[in-house]
């Protein structure tokens, strides 16, 4: 058995709201990062299928590299929308698509033509009318290959599965007898595994982590991912491994810095002058007091709508992290991770640690840390680290939380 690092959701220029990412910038800071396996992003969309090919070789079994040590498997994210009886409107979810090869990848481009499905965009849309067209669909998604993989994508988040805007009760509403091979769930930004494991839905799934990332900045890849333990470093046995729950560990962001974790409105919408977020105390008609619009449930107070609070404890291995160069900035009171300063450090530390990972493991941090690395730099590390940082205010209405190290 070997240990992977697999960050295994992101997205490539061609997605809504994402600018230019090169394959060669994402493999460079994977190799800083220490991911081993990295999902390509947008594999389904026609030019970037061609992109794809053109770039990666194939090392082994449906893993492919960019010159260099990185390996890439193929993934999308695709849009799944149906209507079902008792729902005023269509229910909408995210969902990720692994891929062992190219071939099965325009197996599924042909089923998209055949159903009539624009593929018109990196993030592409699979509709249907009612819950057996759709368990149909996802049958002969499925069809396509034993190995492709059909995955919930941030399943609290408002466009995941679970999320407040569908306001689902189970996964069976939704994929019917398809449920038996929804086997995955990615936690998302958002929500922890010690958030999910109460739910009973997901109690038996495998979870896991990935970074969603828009761009190839080094606080963006690799900020969620997940330790796998496979057989060999292919395609198959990641997919074997996923399927039967070998998640080492999963790295989450804290989930009070997502986006979307408390339920509230920001202070730049129509109608505020200030922020408004609640914790467990808020309205039940999710009526703004201020703007007196509806407000998105955060995904704190969804996770706790769902639980069964017979469900005790969690047995999945995780860690909250922050990346590295965040880490860098807030000790030198920087805002910006870009900046000269921040990245000289961060060179430095690397060239120490060899990876970002490898310095997280470590148990030498200070002892290993020179007098080039300022204290306050190593403070912060090592206070992170130990998990002494929080976020205030928590994130919400899709700003992310604000950091604050060694806070306790």
């Known amino acids: 058995m070997i240990t992977i690092a697999a960050d295994l959701h992101s997205h490539s220029g061609y997605a809504g709201g994402v600018g230019k990412i090169s394959l060669e910038k994402i493999a460079a800071a994977m190799q800083m990062k220490g991911i081993d396996v990295f999902g390509t992003g947008d594999c389904l969309f026609p030019p970037r299928t061609a992109e794809l090919q053109k770039q990666l070789t194939e090392t082994s079994d449906g893993l492919y590299s960019f010159p260099g040590n990185s390996r890439f498997l193929l993934q999308t994210e695709i849009i799944i929308s149906t209507r079902l009886i008792g729902y005023p409107r269509k229910i909408i979810a995210h969902h990720l698509l692994l891929f062992p090869d190219f071939t099965s990848i325009r197996k599924v481009q042909d089923l998209f033509r055949k159903w009539g499905m624009k593929n018109t965009i990196g993030r592409p849309f699979l509709t249907s009318e009612n819950c057996v067209q759709l368990e149909d669909q996802l049958f002969e998604l499925q069809n396509v290959h034993p190995l492709l993989e059909i995955i919930p994508a941030h399943i609290m988040t408002p466009e995941g599965i679970f999320g407040s805007r569908n306001n689902l009760t189970s996964l069976k509403e939704f994929y019917g007898g398809f449920i038996d091979r929804i086997r995955i769930i990615e936690t998302g930004l958002s929500a922890d595994p010690s958030m999910l494991q109460q739910i ?11 970074s969603d990332c828009h761009s190839s900045a080094l606080n963006r890849i690799g900020r969620e ?26 790295i989450e962001f804290n989930p009070a810095e997502g986006r979307f974790f408390l339920t509230g409105h920001r202070a730049d919408r129509q109608g505020h002058d200030q922020a408004v977020s609640f914790t467990d105390d808020y309205p039940q008609d999710l009526t703004c007091p201020i703007c007196s619009r509806k407000m998105n449930l955060g995904v704190w107070q969804r996770c706790n709508s769902l639980k069964n609070p017979q ?33 000289k450090i961060y060179n430095r530390i690397i060239a120490i640690f060899g990876t970002e990972l490898a310095l997280w493991q470590s148990d030498q941090i200070e002892e290993q840390l020179d007098k080039r690395i300022p204290q306050k730099t190593i403070n912060q590390i090592c206070a992170v680290q130990r998990g002494d940082f929080i976020f205030d205010p928590p994130g919400f209405d899709g700003y992310y939380g604000n950091l604050l190290i060694g806070a306790h």
Do not use: Q, W
């Not at 009973?200 to 990935?210: A, M, Q, R, V, Y």
């Not at 997940?226 to 395609?235: A, F, P, V």
């Open 200 to 210: 009973p839905d997901l109690e038996k799934l495998t979870f896991i982590s990935n």
């Open 311 to 343: 469900i005790t404890g969690c047995h999945r291995k995780f860690i909250h992290l922050i990346p590295l160069v965040e880490v860098i900035a807030s000790s030198l009171g920087i805002k910006s991770v870009n900046s000269v300063s921040v990245i």
């Open 225 to 250: 991912f997940s330790l796998i333990r496979c057989k060999h470093l292919d395609y198959p046995s990641i997919i074997e491994a996923l399927r039967n729950n070998r998640i080492e560990m999963t």
